[in-house]
């Protein structure tokens, strides 16, 4: 079977955010805003710049709100925020975003040891979230977290699953995030929850959020466009993890995707060679090496890269 693919495809770098949390040295904040720039060069349009949750949780976030204020004025790029609660919603709005993306757990366990709520309770605290959004004037994307999978209770229902992705849309949210934020996910239930929820969503678009911890991340993006996503969450060089989900590391590759896709003539508009660059020069004020694969391919410039 031919499959077809999309012309173009939607990245949203998430590094800032997933990636810079995963790790224990803190970023400051003049480095935070010289990569932002840097990965809005490369022709990111879309950014995830900051998580307002409580700085004792994640230190490496307090400076959600400086971030904010002084992030570049870029026509058609969309800067966005990771809030838990409505006071996130409220600290997002105050530093002048326009745009948050809202996330609870589709696993229960998983919800009660990191939001500390049911998944009940998250439910109505979501609600909540999406009426104070609202009464703001935010933009806001709803996120469903371990959607394909949990380290604590295993395989999630995917009937509870669609059933969460519904109530959200029934709220007014302006687009969905599914996030296979153990890395767990596998091209069939990829394509088994995707179909649904691009159905049930219309002409709302709906995100992939994909780690690669078991080594599937591309396969599943694979798998993702054939069933009609084009909306993809990646983080630079592979960065990222979930500081409360034990082995939970590595988005998929913002550089390995887009390669991927632009060999494959799907564009995104991203600048493969610059965003490794950007890369690179995070692995270096880390001292450590990111799993992706395409930044360490561009750094050779004896070699042929075919594009
Ligand atoms: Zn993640």
Not at 62 to 76: F, H, I, S, T, Y
Not at 109 to 122: D, F, L, Y
Not at 222 to 241: C, K
Request: charged residues 25%; aromatic residues 6%.
């Amino acid at each position: 079977m031919m499959m077809t693919y999309p012309k173009d495809v939607v990245v949203e770098e998430q590094g800032l955010r997933d990636g810079l949390q995963s790790e224990k040295t803190i970023v400051p904040t003049e480095k935070k805003l010289e990569l932002i720039k840097a990965v809005v060069e490369a022709g990111v349009k879309r950014v995830q710049v900051a998580s307002f949750v409580h700085p004792k949780l994640i230190p490496q976030m307090a400076d959600a709100e400086e971030v904010c204020k002084r992030l570049p004025q870029v026509n058609g790029v969309l800067f966005s925020g990771f809030v838990l609660n409505t006071k996130g919603i409220e600290r997002a709005a105050k530093a002048g975003l326009t745009h948050v993306a809202a996330s609870i757990s589709a696993s229960d366990t998983h919800s009660r040891k990191n939001a500390n709520a049911s998944r009940e309770e998250a439910e109505k605290r979501f609600a909540e979230m999406v009426k104070v959004g609202k009464e703001h004037g935010l933009t806001i994307r709803s996120g469903l977290q371990c959607v394909f999978g949990c380290r604590f209770e295993g395989k999630i229902d995917s009937k509870v699953v669609l059933d969460m992705v519904k109530k959200q849309l029934d709220l007014g949210i302006d687009e969905v995030a599914l996030a296979d934020s153990t890395g767990m996910a596998n091209p069939r239930s990829i394509q088994e929850i995707s179909t649904k929820a691009v159905e049930l969503a219309g002409d709302r678009h709906v995100f992939l959020h994909l780690h690669d911890t078991e080594g599937k991340g591309l396969a599943n993006v694979l798998a993702a466009l054939a069933v009609g996503i084009t909306h993809f969450d990646t983080a630079f060089g592979g960065m990222g993890g979930c500081p409360f989900i034990k082995g939970a590391s590595g988005n998929i590759s913002t550089e390995d995707l887009v390669f991927m896709l632009r060999q494959m003539g799907i564009e995104t508009g991203i600048d493969v060679g610059r965003l490794s660059a950007v890369s690179r020069s995070l692995e270096d004020f880390f001292g450590k090496r990111f799993s992706g694969k395409m930044h360490r391919v561009m750094e050779r410039d004896d070699i042929k890269i075919v594009y």
